[in-house]
């Protein structure tokens, strides 16, 4: 129903915020009688979703395994590589400090 028609046939008493609480009702009530015409659809896709993603869980496509053993070689790799460059920022300091500390009993 459109709202002019409804606005006719309101009667005077009824506030604007009143009509238009009314008039979502009528909308909300014919959205769900055409839900209904779909439920029956709607349950079965749901069923068949629940039954591909139970599925997809079960067993995990070989393109997921592959891709998660490659990240996890490249995250080796550079968590590797970080050891080795904090490894070389540290030595390189106390080789450092070590000809600092010899500089200074030369001068002595």
């Known amino acids: 129903m ?5 606005t ?17 009702y009528e909308r909300l009530a014919d959205n769900m ?6 439920l029956p659809i709607l349950l079965l896709l749901s069923c068949h979703l629940a039954e591909v993603l139970e599925h997809l869980a ?4 070989t393109e997921i ?8 070689r490249k995250t080796s790799l550079a968590f590797t590589l970080l050891k080795a460059s904090v490894y070389s920022i ?19």
């Open 2 to 6: 459109d709202a002019g028609a409804s």
């Open 8 to 24: 006719l046939l309101s009667p005077p008493e009824l506030s604007p915020l009143e009509q238009e609480v009314l008039d979502e």
């Open 33 to 38: 009688k055409k839900a209904r015409k779909h």
């Open 58 to 61: 079960s067993n995990p496509s």
């Open 65 to 72: 395994l592959d891709g998660l053993r490659d990240l996890e």
């Open 90 to 108: 540290v030595l390189q300091q106390e080789i450092d400090w070590g000809a600092g500390g010899e500089d200074a009993s030369r001068q002595e």
